[in-house]
C-alpha cells in the first residue's frame, strides 16, 4: 500500500546513512540502488524495522512503525529461494499461504457454512416449495437482524476508536516530545494496541449476547397454535404431514447463523491471544528502551520516576474510559439487540403461521420430483472444503493474471527466478501484505523475463491496485525502469530521490572499482578539445590529460540536437539492442569505427538501423586519479 521513511536520522554511533528520505505509494514500482553493500544491507535493516530510529517518521500503509514484526505483518521480501522451497509443488505454497488470510478463511468457512445449510434445509423441505420460500425469508429475517446490529456495534467502536487515538497521538507528543522517535512510536503503538484488545473484548462479549438472541429463534414451536389444533384434529390427511407444523422450518436457518456467529467468536479469541502476547512484548521492548534513553542521556531519577508514573496514569486513564464506554454500549447496543430481536421473532412466527395457514387449505406448491433430485446433487456439490476453495481461487487468479508455471527450464534444470518471483507475489497478495520488495532477486532475470515481469505486475496493479512495489539493488544493469523514481546515496551519505544521470555519474566518479563497463572511450587532447575517432570535440576540462579514456553518461545522450548547447557531437551510429540492461529503454549504438556507445531514450527506435545521437559536454565523466587534486 505505502511506505513513507521521512527525515529518519539513527541512533547508533556508526551509522551507515545519516539520513533518510524514502516514499512509495500505491501501484507504484520504485527502485532503491546502492553500489555499496554495506548501505545495501543497512537499507534492508531498515525496511524491515530493524534499525534504532532517533527522529523523523516512519510509516507503512499510514500506520506509524511499532517493530520488527509489525513490518513483518505488513511486508514481502522476494530473495532467491531455498532449496527446500523449491520441493514444494507452486500451486501447493499458493493454497496453504491462503490458509494465513483471516479474511479468506472467514469467507471460506462462512461460505462452506451456507451451502452446508442451504442443501441440508433443502432435502428436509421434502420438495415442498412453499416451505423453500418461507427458510429462504426466515433467513433474510435473521440475516437483517444480524447486518443492523453489527452495523451499530461497529459505527459505536469507529467513533470510540477515533476519539482515543487522537488523544493517544496529543499526549504521546506532549510528554514524550525528547524522547527518540522509535520510543514515541512504540508507546502510542502500545496504547493503540490496548485499546484495540479492549474493543476485541467488548466484541466476543457482543457476539455471545447475539448467539444467545439468535439462539432462542429456535424456542418459538409454542407460539403458534397450528400444531396443536393438527394432533387434535380427526382429518387423517393432515396428521399424516404434521411434521410441517413441528416448526422445524427456522431450525436450519437458525443454526447456519448461529455458525457464522461461532466463526467470528473463535476469530475473536485467537486474535485476543495474539494480541495480549503483542501487548506484552510490546510493554517490555518500551521499559527496555526506556532505560537505554535515560542511561544514553543521563536522565535523573527523580525525572525517570516521573516519566513511570505518567505511563501509569495514562494506562488508568485509557481504561477508565473504555469503561465509560462499555456502559454506554449496554445502554444502545444490547437494549436494540433486544427490541430488533423481539421484531425479528415476531417476522419469524408471522411468516411460519402464513405457511402452516397454506397447508391447512392445501394451497402449498409440491415441485417437480424430477428437478428436486438434480437440485438436491447440485446443492451437495456446491459445498466445498476450505482447501478446495483455496485451489479454485488460486487457478482462477492465476488465469485472470495471465499467470503459467512452466517450472524448469529448458536448457535444463535449473529453476527460472520468473517463476520464483510470481509465486511469492501471489503468496504476498494471499497473505494481505501489501508492500513487496525485491531483494537480490531481480538481477536473476534474462532480459525477456524482466519484461515479462513488468507486463505481469501492470496486470497484478489492475486487479490490486492498493499494491507497491520496491527493487532493492545494488546491480545498476538491473534498475526495470528509468521513468518511475529512483532512490539512492547522494555526497552527503543520504538516501533521497535522485536522477538515473546523476546516479550514474556519482558511481562512476565514486566506485573503487569499474562501475559499468560501458562507454569507456579513448581520446587524444588536442588544441581547444579533444579528438575522438578522428573526430574533434571542442570541449575544455582540467582533468583532460594528453591521452586517455573519458566516460559518456548514457543519460545525457539524445536524439535530437539541443539547441542552445554548444560543443555537441554529432554521431551516425548502427542500433542495437543492449543484452547489459534489463531495461528496454537503453540501446548500443555502435559508430562506424566500431565503438559501442549505450544510451538511454524513451523514443520508439527499430534495431539494425541508423541514426544520429547527440553527445553533449556535459556528458563527459573524467575520473581523477587519487593523487590529484
Known sequence: MSYRLDNLKFIDKKNILENVNFEVN????????SGNKKQKKFIKHTLKGETR?????????NTDLVGAKFVKNKVNFISPDTWFERLVPPRTTLNLSQLFDNHFLRGARTHKNDKKFDYLSFVNSRNDVTEMHLRREIDNTISFFLNKVKHINKTLH?????????LNQKHNEKNFSK???????LILGYFNLMLS???????LTFYQVVWDQVYGFKDLRHSCPCEYNVRKSANKELKRVIYKFKYKQPNYMVQKQLRIIAIRILELRVRLIKNHKIIKATKKQIDIEIKK??????????????TQKYLENWTKTIQDLIEDFKISQRKVLFESIRNDGALSEKQIIHLTHEYHTKVLVGTNKIGNKNEFKILKRHYKKQIEGIYKQATTWTQENLKKLNIKFDWYLKSGFKISSINIIYLKILKAINMNKKNIIFYNIINLLTKNDAKLLMNTIATIKKEHPNLCFINLTDDFVSILDFDQSIYSIDD???LTKMMPEKIYSSGVLNSEKPFININLIEYQKVKDGIEFEERFWPVKSSAFEESGKININPFMIKLDEQKGVAGQLILEVLIKASSKFLNRKIWVGVTNSGTKITFYSDKNIE?????????QPTAIIVKRKPNDK
Open 26 to 33: 500505491d501501484s507504484e514500482f520504485v527502485t532503491i540502488f
Open 53 to 61: 530510529i532517533l527522529s523523523g517518521r516512519y510509516q507503512i500503509n
Open 158 to 166: 469507529k467513533a470510540f476508536i477515533a476519539k482515543i487515538e487522537e
Open 179 to 185: 524522547f527518540y522517535a522509535q520510543i514515541k512510536m
Open 197 to 203: 484488545w479492549e474493543l476485541d473484548n467488548l466484541s
Open 293 to 306: 534513553f535515560f542511561i544514553d542521556n543521563k536522565i535523573e531519577k527523580d525525572e525517570q520516576l516521573v
Open 492 to 494: 552527503k551519505n543520504r
Open 607 to 615: 534495431p539494425n538501423k541508423k541514426i544520429l545521437i547527440y553527445i
